[in-house]
């Protein structure tokens, strides 16, 4: 585990960090190898910058002098300073793009600085190097094996790990291929599996009752410390306990819902199928564009009776796939209201969810537009029925199987944020089997709320959390009689928050991590190879 230090951080950490990181993209343009440091004094002054300058392969230009680590040369620098003179050494920092090896944590000691903050650490470079490992013991770790009397050592990090990471990965030197990195589906077969045994079971085909509430939270708060503990608390009680919860007061303007709820009806029922599939063709790898009645459910063997249109947010998917400019405004408008609110209730939970994430891990994980993002968001319309079909579609046949609007699932990402209207029902959760205060497991209704949205936790998060949180499972229900009198249909939307593709994923200590991308593709296969 990367060790996060007890000392306190400092108002220009950030931006040291962020210089130090920028000579590491100084190094690799250079052909030499992904590492950056700056030297800062007290009062956050830049007295001094260096970048590895050991060339990163014999392709690139000789071997060069191995010694020459980012950190070495900094405190080689050191020695000729001006504007060093008079100041306290100990009290200056060096930021370091990446945690220091054994060797530049010897050369920062002998240089009286006794203030290291570090990028990514080194395990996390080790697990995504196509090579052998380096020769690293966590600075920490290394600093509090020396004799008593040492000078004492503050250490601080990781500090934005993700941006310092992207360096080593861009440079293509030694990471691996991030689609190498996977499980080989271990995981994503297990939630496919707990989908599919419901259909034995019975359980996902068992009546809604309310047994159990899901609970109402207001997201207003006056911008003031107490207020956002007790807002994160009350988060972090109903995504743990019942793990879903409907949100008000969260910010999206009422009219931007509407009006999106307004081009999703023009879009979907004043149009044929041919024109909507021609409008926003699928493709199948990139889980985007329209379907029709495709999906079927490992949980029910039976397809969805829906139809949808999934809008991805990264760069090039929807070309030629957005419907007329209306849509395509609101839709982009509607992604980055759901994308703020998704990554502030991420950020909410991030403290219990994932301790040891540096704060804000989980929120910059998300990147709309960006070339490896993957959150989207979907437009569902599940059409009327007349009586007579709903009762035939609910009656078992010869299998058992019968149909439903959207059969039992859990989502693929780490939140879900969707979008319901007042009058068309149908939503249901199953209780989490880890809330003991349960007993027996049920399913509840989730009723819209006027500019309400319901939240769930998926799969993506409830890994990445060790199982801290849980995904639980949810189903749209077929309409009643009475709901089918006359016949109308139910709209819905959903916004997945999916972190981008290149980010590593790391559940419990000894498991396999897995990129974001490598998960979502492997949801994406197994769901239509069931
Ligand atoms: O339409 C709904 O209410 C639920 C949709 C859903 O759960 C999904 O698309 O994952
Ligand atoms: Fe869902």
Redesign the pocket.
Known sequence: MSSTSTFTTRSYDEDCMKAAIAQSQVAVEEGCMPFGAVLVDDAGNILAAAHNCSAASSKRGGKGDVTRHAEVELVRKMGALDNIDGKDKTKCTIYASTEPCVMCAGAIYWSGVSRVVYGCSSEELEQTLSGPGGFDIPVERLYQMGRPGMRKMNIVGPLLAKEAMDVHRASGVWCKPITTNNDNGKHTNQDIETERSLLQSGLGAAPATRDFQVPVISMSTQDDDDDETILANQLWDAARTVGFFTVVDHGIPLELIQQAFAVSADFFSNQTREEKEEQSPFAKELNSGYEYFTQVRPSTGTADQKESLQVTARQGVMEGRWPPEKFQDTATQLLEHAHKLANRILTLLEKDACPLNEAGTLAKSHTLWAPDGQCTL?F?H?PPMEPETAKQLTTPDEQGKIHWR?GP?T?WDNV?L?F?QPGQA??ECCSNPHDTTKGERRWTPIDPVEGGIAINIGDMLARWSDGRLYSNL?R?RMPTVEECTPPSS?Y?I?YFAQSDKATVIRSKEGEDPITAGDYILSRIRSNFES
Do not use: P
């Open positions: 979907r569902l599940y959207a699932h989502d879900t969707l319901q149908g939503l949810h749209v139910r819905s959903a």
